[in-house]
């Protein structure tokens, strides 16, 4: 049981470029998420997925898309990535997002990606 | 939306001591009150959590506490290892604080 699997774990880009983070889970939730972690600022929402077929921003979405491809899967892509996106990067899920009353997110192992 | 705050910012205590974290957020419609804890270098990784229904929960050597009235809730450790040596965060509605590095000492 692998529970939540992100790719690539490292990744150097240079200014401008794109790139797409892939994360998968096998638990069968409803619902998955990307956080970004800087040093000193805890976990920050880029986007989340409620449920298959519907994304939301979260509190730093600017930079960033979402696809929600199917149950599993949720990619993160930068068009042109900045230095500002130097970060961690990870994954989550959980049974199901519900306002007031969620659940528990399951991480995957992260993405370190750097942008020079 | 949501704020959530969190502290201390660091805690250092001695092997066998307790450790407290609070945490304080803002929205009145939140139920469900959990704790991570991260390793140098891990993922984040859930370890307790409570709702609101119930005011405590304990796990052996870890609790959570919740005072709703108040908006806050509470982490502790007892009988602190140093492998409880770790980042901890609170979250609520989808937003972190932003971590305690606690560190037990030999």
């Known amino acids: 049981n692998a529970g939540v699997t992100q790719t690539p774990k490292f990744q150097v880009l240079k200014t401008g470029q794109s790139m797409t983070l892939q994360c998968a889970q096998d638990m069968n939730h409803n619902s998955m998420y990307w956080y970004r972690q800087d040093p000193g600022m805890g976990l920050r929402l880029i986007y989340y997925s409620a449920s298959e077929g519907t994304t939301d921003k979260g509190e730093v979405p600017n930079g960033y898309n979402v696809s929600r491809l199917n149950k599993r899967e949720f990619s993160l892509r930068l068009e042109s990535a900045a230095p500002s996106q130097t970060s961690v990067y990870f994954c989550a899920s959980s049974r199901e997002f519900v306002t007031g009353n969620n659940y528990g997110y399951t991480f995957g192992s992260g993405t370190r990606l750097t942008v020079v | 939306g949501e704020n959530v705050e969190q502290h201390p910012s660091t805690l250092s205590v001695q092997e066998g001591d307790s450790a407290v974290i609070k945490c304080t957020y803002s929205d009145s419609a939140s139920n469900y009150f959990p704790w991570y804890k991260q390793e140098l270098g891990k993922r984040p990784q859930l370890i307790i959590d409570i709702r609101s229904n119930v005011g405590e929960k304990k796990d052996q050597r870890i609790a959570v506490t919740l005072n709703k009235t108040a908006k806050h809730f509470s982490l502790h450790i007892t009988e602190t290892q140093p492998e409880d040596s770790a980042v901890y965060f609170c979250?609520?509605?989808?937003?972190f604080g932003a971590g305690t590095r606690l560190t037990v000492k030999p």
């Open positions: 979250e609520s509605e989808l937003r």
